[in-house]
């Protein structure tokens, strides 16, 4: 099936199974069901079947799935059996923080460079990486063939440090700038603004 004809709303839920999955198999198993799946995530096994039909069978009837197996196919569907090179840009109190996080290496990412116009900053080190100079990142992206990027930068500069990451050949971009950027149709955002979230929740709440 086509990438363009699976709704965006199934490619955003087999992270979750692949996160799922995965600790699963740390723990021992061998096989899981749709329905075991359902109900560490909280979504119904019909919803799993389908969401996993759009790929192919992968399930046998009586034992379920296999995890290792279905494991390394959601890593096949989601690109992720090797690899990715990550560009950060911005290395304020979050960008430092994301630079330090170590979960990205075991699930198919590496911060590869991290990038900041501060000349006071230029040359420190964040872990094993240098921190590099703003004006040189649009050669060195394109030197380096990196196509992921993750902006932390003020919203203010969101969009002109976007414009150079597209000319630098950046097909996908995680934002946590709060404020909507402006890309072509072949290349895709997600955005991370925790205050919408909290927003969100409040509403939930009695006063």
């Given at each position: 099936m086509p990438p363009s004809s699976i709704p965006e709303i199934v490619i955003g839920r087999l992270p979750l199974y692949l996160r799922t999955l995965s600790r699963m198999a740390a723990a021992g198993k061998e096989y899981t069901s749709s329905h075991e799946l359902g109900q560490y995530l909280g979504i119904s096994s019909a919803?799993?079947?389908?969401d996993l039909s759009h790929f192919g069978e992968f399930g046998k009837q009586g034992t379920g799935y296999n995890i290792a197996y279905l494991s390394g196919q959601l890593k096949r569907i989601l690109k992720l059996e090797s690899v990715w090179d990550v560009a950060l840009i911005g290395v304020g109190d979050l960008g430092r923080a994301i630079a330090h996080y170590q979960g990205f290496i075991d699930r198919g990412f590496r911060v590869a460079a991290v990038y900041d116009t501060d000349p006071d900053k230029i040359g420190m080190k964040i872990g094993d990486l240098a921190i590099e100079d703003f004006?040189?990142?649009?050669?060195?992206?394109?030197?380096?063939?990196?196509?992921?990027?993750?902006?932390?930068?003020?919203?203010?500069e969101a969009q002109n440090v976007t414009d150079i990451l597209l000319k630098a050949g950046i097909k996908a971009i995680l934002s946590y700038a709060p404020i909507s950027i402006k890309v072509p149709s072949d290349v895709h955002v997600e955005y991370i603004d925790p205050v919408l979230h909290l927003q969100k929740m409040t509403f939930f709440l009695d006063k």
């Open positions: 919803q799993i079947r389908k004006s040189k990142m649009e050669t060195d992206i394109q030197k380096r063939n990196i196509r992921v990027a993750m902006l932390a930068v003020p919203f203010s």
